[in-house]
């Protein structure tokens, strides 16, 4: 082989060897961006031991910016509303609490009461639901209401307190948002919503379907009812 000939051989192989390494670097951007969403403020949301996290955490990092405060940071993303006084916490990601319920704000796993708190990249901010009064034992039900892709406006989770010998129906009955049929086993009105012909209620308890004899069921400590509208 002539030196000539050796040259180009050694100059296509490097050329080669370069070609193979940009496209490594540039082939999966997916992975970049992933890398960069990790540096965006962590986020929980907990009642008790359920996770109601959701897709919650992606709409607190799309209103995140530099500098900003944890107020501006929760009402900027739309996951909180706010009473009156502009800093008690009513619902975060569609989820009421009873009365004798309140939400409580860590950041850090350090709890936070100044609103005007900065909120930085690596911080993780957690927002729990507590019972209100100190040294009383937080013992809640959920009653999740999805309307799905026809009623969303319906879909919210209300927090409420378990009481002994709690049935389905009686949560049902005194959530104050439920009317039931005659029978008081049949859910006719969610939030005055009745079921068009070809709508109903489903009912699950910690994901398992409810047949109508399960109204009477017992609930327990931190028990998931949700109800939801589907098509019959």
């Given at each position: 082989m002539s030196v000539k000939l050796m040259w180009r051989v050694y100059l296509g192989l490097i050329f080669i060897v370069i070609a193979g390494g940009c496209s490594a670097l540039t082939s999966n951007p997916e992975g970049n961006i992933a890398d960069a969403g990790a540096t965006q403020p962590?986020?929980?949301l907990k009642v008790g031991d359920n996770d109601l996290t959701g897709s919650s955490g992606r709409q607190l990092s799309d209103a995140y910016k530099q500098e900003i405060t944890?107020?501006?940071l929760l009402r900027n993303?739309?996951?909180?509303?706010f009473?009156?006084?502009?800093?008690?916490?009513?619902t975060v990601n569609k989820v009421s609490l009873a009365k004798d319920m309140e939400w409580?704000?860590?950041l850090n796993d350090k709890v936070i009461t100044d609103l005007n708190t900065r909120v930085k990249l690596e911080d993780?901010?957690?927002?729990?639901?507590?019972a209100a009064a100190q040294n009383t034992p937080f013992q809640p039900v959920i009653l999740t209401v999805n309307g799905g892709s026809e009623q969303p406006a319906l879909t919210h989770s209300y927090v409420l307190p378990f009481t002994e010998n709690l049935?389905?129906?009686a949560l049902l009955m005194s959530s104050g948002i439920i009317q039931l049929a005659e029978n008081n086993k049949t859910v006719l009105t969610v939030k005055e919503y009745k079921p068009l012909t070809n709508e109903g209620w489903k009912l699950k308890l910690n994901d398992k379907t409810l047949l109508d004899s399960g109204i009477d069921m017992k609930l327990r400590i931190q028990d998931e009812l949700e109800l939801s509208l589907v098509l019959r």
């Open positions: 962590g986020f929980s944890m107020q501006e993303s739309g996951l909180v509303t009473a009156e006084d502009g800093s008690t916490l009513l409580e704000i860590q993780k901010m957690v927002i729990s639901a507590k049935s389905v129906r």
